[in-house]
């Protein structure tokens, strides 16, 4: 029999419940022993949900209160002293690495806090001390919750993080200097004695992630796989199922411990189906391989024809035993169930399957191979009619999308003249001061923005009245920015909910759900909107406010639009076509609006491409270049049909371009506005190694804090940059958009910010 598996399911509930308990917990409106109960409520409802669905290999341990890492940082006592001397209860104290704490006298922020791979998701990074010891907590989570499954009637396999990527995933505290992986031979010891307890609990097989193979790997953590991993066989041991996932592992399969002593491997067969031959010759004689064919990463209904016919491959090699049928990852990034969505287009929700309706595919896809397809006739035909029509749907075949995008060439891709001519233009054109000041878009989404939104949008007011509403916003902004004496002006976003959403409202080949929420970190949930069919514009988005704010502003006024790479990553994608199809489509739309724009007299435009690093592929090398080639190629298309004389920026919400520099000079932007604050201005020097000619505006405060910086702070920022970059190429920004901030602090910070520039502009 070809068993069933999921390694790991979805925390939040149906409607978000640990989010809403978590955050009540936080605010003292809910006791601790009511999260320890709505907590453990939704873990039996998430064993029954596979139970029920016929799973035979459910995950326990996947749940978290906010991060798993997190957990396991608890789990192995390796808690800064910061945290630990603060007495705190356990919960409390484990929120307060998570988020900070800052009650009862006790004032310590959160660990740091960083994207899980290529995801949306966040983990906590383990932070480790020169002198660091470990310790199993007393009553580990592991245990206590496969024995509460147990006794719930559910036999689970408890899922871990292996040894060397909870040390390969973290780092050195501030002020140390060990070498996390360095640390294996102290932690080895507190997984055995972990791993015992599991078996005694009546564990026979744990799933270890070790998610750090499909990386490159610095020697020294290749090196540490196999003498940790011998140390994590025995008779008093479960066995072990080694995962592995966002990725293939063929590379670094050398590394791994003489695979006799693992039970199995599971690897991701949807994102590199291509490593199933490779794998399998490469597994011991008894091992398990477990399949990852159903994605865990996105929203999209699993095509049973081609997933059973990978099972099947492995089995004609393995044969039955050897097998088993899987998500691909964790179901942790992909929304809770298709149930609640009662606003779908029909057509398109028969498209979708999220985590409880994936739990079913996996269950389907292990039937078909064990018992032959006539023992899921129907499921099989009514996937092939999905898969069918969604093929042939018009949502997916739009020919006028297509057709433009047969036309596309390499010079719709060029600007008209190289930099220093459009620059030449520009100064002309819009006649700016040396060290110019602008703002990277949004200005403060007051609670009354909130209030008419909403009210607009459940048809409270009417669009009259809501247009009006924007329209006084935009020139209560435009009076302010001309008080504070800016020099490039913003119309503020007052329209727009969220930068990717707002455009996928306006654009054809998007849906939205209503309760798609996927974690991203801690409480926070997100809603990506989702990519159907071919994208389109069926009319401006943006040109209607733009143009009022250029109608009533005496300085230049900058467009603001969020860039195809953009739209992309903060979207569930479609997998029926490649990304770069995808982008370029995006990317045709963008450019309409740009043109749109230019001729409703806006003459600088921004395009937002803050995702364009997350999407860099994990390993370096072909693909990572054949990713930033076309990433690259989208923005350009985007923008260069402008004029010369018309300026374009970019803005990215960091400033670690080392790795991928190549592309970001490529994008050949005018100006690039990029964080500067939180980190180094060493960052900047890379600019000048590279002599990047065109300008850059490194943002001189943070927008993330109310604080205020000083006009003195602002200047000695400016004047570090100064040490890369020359006086005329700099530009004066904050960090990033203003929209999270109140008012007071965003004026009195943006008057140091102008008195700043206007002391080095005297000086120069
Ligand atoms: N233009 C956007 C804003 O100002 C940029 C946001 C971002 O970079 N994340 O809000
Ligand atoms: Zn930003």
Sequence with gaps: MVQSSVLGFPRMGANRELKKANEAYWADKLSRDDLLKEAKRLRLEHWKIQKDAGIDV???????????????????????????????????????????????????????????????YHYVKPTFQDNQTFKLASDPKPVVQFLEAKEAGVHTRPVLVGPVSFLALGKADRDQSVDPISLLDKLIPVYVELLEKLKAAGADTVQIDEPVLVLDLPQ?????????????????????????????????????????????????????????????????????????????????????????????TAIQKLGKERVIVATSSSLLHTPHSLESEKKLPEEVKDWFSFAVQKVSEVVVIAKAVTDGPAAVRDALEANAKSMQARASSERTNNKAVKDRQSKVTASDMERKSPFPERYAQQ??????????????GSFPQTKDIRIQRNKFTKGEITPEEYEKFIEKEIEDVIKIQEELDLDVFVHGEPERNDMVQYFGERLDGYVFTTHGWVQSYGSRCVRPPIIVGDVSRPAP?????????????????????????????????????????????????????????????????????????????????????KYLSWAVDAFKLSVAGVQD???????????????????????????????????????????????????IGPGVYDIHSPRVPSEQE??????????YLKP??????????????????????????????????QKY
């Design 58 to 120: 459910i995950p326990s341990n996947d749940f978290a209160f906010y991060d798993h890492i997190l957990d396991h940082i608890q789990l192995f006592n390796a808690i800064p002293e910061r945290y630990s001397q603060a007495s705190l209860d356990p919960l409390d104290e484990y929120f307060a690495m998570g988020r900070g704490h800052q009650k009862g006298g006790v004032d310590v922020p959160s660990l740091e806090m960083v994207k899980w791979f290529d995801s949306n």
């Design 220 to 312: 020294k953590v290749k090196d540490a796989f196999k003498p940790a991993y011998e140390k994590l066989v025995g008779d008093k041991l479960p066995k072990l199922l080694l995962a592995t996932y966002f990725g293939d592992i063929v590379h670094n399969f050398d590394v791994l411990p003489a695979v006799q002593s693992l039970y199995g491997i599971h690897i991701d067969l949807v994102r590199n189906p291509e490593q199933l031959n490779s794998v399998i010759e490469k597994l011991g004689s008894n091992q398990v391989l477990s399949a990852g064919v159903v994605d865990g990463r996105n929203i999209w209904k699993t095509n049973f024809k081609r997933a059973i016919e990978t099972v099947e």
């Design 427 to 440: 100064k002309k054109h819009l006649s700016l001061p040396l060290f110019p000041t602008t703002t990277i």
């Design 541 to 625: 988005m943006t040109v209607k406010e733009s143009k009022y704010a250029v109608s009533i502003s005496k300085k230049p006024m900058k467009g603001m639009l969020t860039g195809p790479i953009t739209c992309l990553r903060w979207s569930f994608p479609r997998d029926d076509v490649h990304q770069s199809v995808q982008a370029q489509q995006l990317a045709l739309a963008l450019r309409d609006e740009v043109l749109d724009l230019e001729a409703a007299g806006v003459y600088v435009i921004q395009v937002d491409e803050p995702a364009l690093r997350e999407g860099l592929p994990l390993r370096s090398g072909t693909e990572r270049e």
């Design 645 to 695: 004389s018309t300026q374009i920026h970019s803005h990215f919400c960091y400033s670690e371009f080392q790795d991928f520099f190549h592309a970001i000079a490529a994008l050949d932007a005018d100006v690039l506005s990029i964080e500067n604050s939180k980190s180094d201005a060493k960052l900047l020097k890379v600019f000048e190694d590279k002599a990047y000619p065109r300008h």
């Design 714 to 723: 602002i200047k000695d920022r400016i004047a570090e940059m100064l040490a």
């Design 728 to 761: 005329e190429q700099l530009w004066v920004n904050p960090d990033c958009g203003l929209k999270t901030r109140q008012w007071k602090e965003t004026k009195a910070a943006l008057i140091n910010m102008v008195n700043a520039a206007k002391f080095y502009r």
